[in-house]
């Protein structure tokens, strides 16, 4: 079980509401990603769903009960910092095992708890090492390590990849993403990359201003976003938008197209010229100026021979065109 229940959840520091008052529900088993620029309000929510933050009104459920005013302890979750928080004089077993020892588990069932925590997170031969010998990437997986011996009802990820170098975060996001459906337990998972929740979540709920903005599957909140701000915000590279004369045109005071939704071809209705052209082998992305609409980012599949200063058409596929009102929210 790991169903989690939000009411009118609100967190005030002083006269200022930091989380306004959320709503939402996470079904158990479910992989959710808090996202959102920094600032937003995601790990706040974080701590609060952990307790380790006090809410300031509102409800909090867990499997039905009201755990609202429940200590950390008591909640039956599980907490992964970004900093791996582990003991350095301490083993891998016996850093996997601390929470258990803690807990005055009995040494029988421990053993079996560490053994099958470290087979599933490949640290079986790694078990008499100390976290000075390991990797950033087997130090992170100690620490989740750590958190699954307690077989807890939710995994609470507080942007756990962040210390870690490029290609480390790609295989550890693959393996965090492997292990929630091996484990089938509710995970919710903080981070500021947008990537990371495209490529992990079953749902995704994007964070602004202590608000949600909305909640999807990643493709939902890629090909039909609520308003601008999820607009701008999912999708790398990012969405262009555009105002004024053109948008009017299709009776909106926005309009959005992606990158990937913008064909290359000489009659295209919109002229411009190449800027910065980025050839990446399997893509080409084009900074291409067109007045009246400004700078537009192209994608094109493969090796396009284009370069800086080449004059080129654009022509938009209307049917993927995203049309927003002058609140921000899309149009039908």
Same mark, same amino acid.
């Given at each position: ?25 996470? #079904?158990?088993? #479910? ?12 790990? !706040? ?9 006090? %809410? ?11 755990? %609202? /005013?429940?200590?950390?302890?008591? =909640?039956?979750?599980? +907490?992964?910092?970004?900093?791996? &928080? ?15 020892? +803690?807990?005055? +588990?009995?040494? &029988?069932?421990? #053993? ?32 989740? $390590? ?25 295989? +550890? ?12 337990? !509710? ?8 990537? @990371?929740?495209?490529?992990?979540a079953d749902k995704i709920v994007v964070l602004n201003a202590g608000n949600i903005e909305q909640v999807g599957s990643p493709l939902e ?24 004369? @053109? ?6 005071? /926005?309009? $959005? ?18 800027? *910065?052209? @980025?050839? *990446?082998?399997?893509? /080409? ?9 400004? /700078?537009? %980012? ?8 284009? =370069? ?10 209307? @049917?993927? *065109? ?11």
């Amino acid at each position: 079980m790991g169903k989690i229940v939000l009411n009118r959840v609100n967190k005030s520091f002083g006269d200022v509401a930091v989380i306004p008052g959320i709503d939402l529900e996470i #079904e158990n088993g #479910e992989f959710v990603v808090f996202v959102g620029p920094s600032g937003c309000g995601k790990s !706040t929510l974080l701590r609060l769903i952990a307790g380790l933050e006090d %809410t300031s009104s509102g409800r909090i459920e867990i499997d039905g009960k009201d755990a %609202t /005013t429940l200590p950390p302890a008591k =909640r039956g979750l599980a +907490m992964v910092f970004q900093s791996y &928080a582990l003991y350095p004089h301490m083993s891998v077993k016996k850093n996997i095992g601390f929470p258990l020892k +803690m807990a005055g +588990m009995d040494a &029988a069932e421990a #053993e079996k708890r560490i053994a099958n925590a470290a087979r599933i997170l490949n640290l079986t031969n790694y078990l008499d090492r100390r976290p000075g010998q390991l990797s950033g990437g087997q130090r992170q997986r100690v620490a989740i $390590g750590r958190a699954i011996v307690r077989e807890p009802a939710a995994f609470l990820f507080d942007e756990p990849l962040s210390n870690l170098d490029a290609a480390l975060r790609v295989s +550890m996001r693959q393996e965090i993403t492997e292990l929630h459906q091996t484990l089938k337990t !509710t995970m919710i998972y903080v981070t500021h990359d947008q990537v @990371e929740a495209m490529t992990m979540a079953d749902k995704i709920v994007v964070l602004n201003a202590g608000n949600i903005e909305q909640v999807g599957s990643p493709l939902e909140l890629y090909h039909r976003p609520a308003n601008l701000f999820v607009a701008g915000f999912i999708g790398s590279p990012k969405m262009n938008l555009i105002d004024g004369a @053109e948008a009017m045109k299709h009776n909106a005071t /926005t309009i $959005g197209i992606r990158p990937e939704h913008l064909d290359v071809r000489a009659d295209g209705p919109w002229q411009g010229i190449v800027g *910065l052209a @980025e050839h *990446l082998g399997s893509d /080409t992305f084009l900074k291409v100026t067109v007045e009246g609409l400004g /700078t537009l %980012t192209v994608r094109a599949t493969g090796e396009v021979s284009l =370069r800086h200063g080449d004059r080129i058409g654009l022509s938009p596929q209307l @049917e993927r *065109l995203h049309r927003f009102g002058a609140d921000g929210k899309a149009l039908a």
